[in-house]
């Protein structure tokens, strides 16, 4: 019987996961992951093939649309064995969940920047503590859209995993140096706060533990051009009392044109009795944008409130059916006249029936 194979991914990034790229206030660094990194090239060539020095962090290039730039990227073998890398160009996009850069996978299609790069060699091995510089084209398109096109220049290995017993498991490990391009034209920023919504938690009681409140919101990148976003939070009462007043912050993320994500704020202590109101303004590192979202929510112990209410419901109808249990029956001088004459005229039919049927 043939080994039982088995395939499973693993990607580690340093600062560019390009199957996974975690969360960045801002550009990140060269990409290292401690075994091999991937960066430009140094200026003037390649003198020092074992150097890892980094001028640049990451690819920052202008083009017009038909234009064609050139340029290199290293890749620097850290271990003391040789490695096999796969090299390719990919699109990047923000992670829906928490706004993270990634690009993608060698698998995926690639719509944008990922298929203007074309590379000198698409796999190459290097040996231990020495630098590869690969030259690449990238080629904007005529038809180009004008701004922001982001993306990586990835180096991805696979290795073979022999301890687990029978079953050999392909490791596949991922690094990239970022690219942004930004190709000429008009520059138009355009950003959205959508989807705002309060999850509410307090005790069944107030007073006899903490109230907490999750603040969920999307932002939407409508514009042509990278953002870095900052956020301010403020929550007001039913009287016009301020509750909650965040000064604006950065956000760990840069969010990229056409990309939305869903975020979170946390808020400890949030009231347990109150009508609240809440705003979030967005706003840029440069300032050049300034957008709001809003939402409210009842603070309120709604599973006190029922049972206080259920209470006195109960209590309620508890007195309607004593008070007429113990209401004392009504004379014949206490009818209505009305009643009165009813009975009488009841009477003379009978009589009148009665009667007839004795002439009969």
């Not at 960066?39 to 649309?65: H, V």
């Not at 939407?220 to 007001?236: E, I, Q």
Request: aromatic share 6%.
């Amino acid at each position: 019987m043939s080994r039982a194979k088995a395939y499973a991914v693993l990607l580690t990034v340093a600062a560019l996961l390009g199957i996974g790229l975690g969360p960045a206030a801002g550009p990140a660094g060269a990409a290292d992951n401690g075994r091999w990194s991937v960066f430009p090239a140094p200026a003037g060539g390649a003198k020092d093939r074992t150097s890892t020095s980094q001028e640049r962090q990451f690819f920052t290039l202008e083009a017009g649309p038909g234009t064609t730039v050139k340029d290199k990227v290293s890749v620097s073998n850290l271990s003391d064995a040789p490695m096999t890398f796969k090299i390719y160009g990919a699109d990047a996009y923000n992670t829906p969940r928490d706004g993270g850069f990634a690009v993608r996978g060698p698998e995926e299609t690639n719509k944008d920047i990922g298929t203007w790069v074309k590379l000198a060699q698409g796999s190459l091995t290097v040996p231990p503590r020495t630098r590869a510089d690969i030259p690449f084209t990238l080629t904007v398109p005529d038809t180009a859209a004008p701004g922001d096109h982001p993306g990586a220049i990835v180096a991805l290995n696979t290795e073979t995993d022999k301890s687990k017993g029978n079953v050999a498991v392909g490791v596949r490990r991922a690094v990239g140096a970022r690219i942004y391009l930004r190709v000429s034209g008009p520059s138009l920023p355009a950003l959205s706060v959508e989807n705002v919504r309060i999850d509410h938690g307090q005790p069944w009681l107030p007073g006899t533990g903490a109230s907490n409140a999750t603040i969920h919101y999307t932002l939407v990148n409508r514009g042509n051009v990278s953002l870095l976003p900052r956020l301010r939070l403020k929550a007001t009462g039913l009287f016009g009392s301020t509750l909650l007043d965040r000064q604006a912050k950065g956000l760990p993320l840069e969010l990229l044109p056409g990309q939305q994500v869903e975020l979170t704020e946390k808020w400890a202590g949030a009231p347990q009795f109150d009508r609240v109101s809440v705003k979030l303004t967005v706003t840029t590192d440069r300032g050049e944008l300034n957008e709001t979202g809003s939402a409210s929510f009842y603070a309120v112990p709604w599973l006190a409130v029922g049972v206080l209410l259920a209470g006195l419901a109960l209590l309620s109808a508890w007195f309607t059916v004593r008070r007429r249990r113990n209401r004392p029956p009504r004379s014949p001088e206490e009818a209505p006249e009305g009643a009165a004459e009813e009975t009488t005229a009841g009477v003379t039919s009978v009589t009148s029936v009665g009667s007839r049927g004795g002439q009969a």
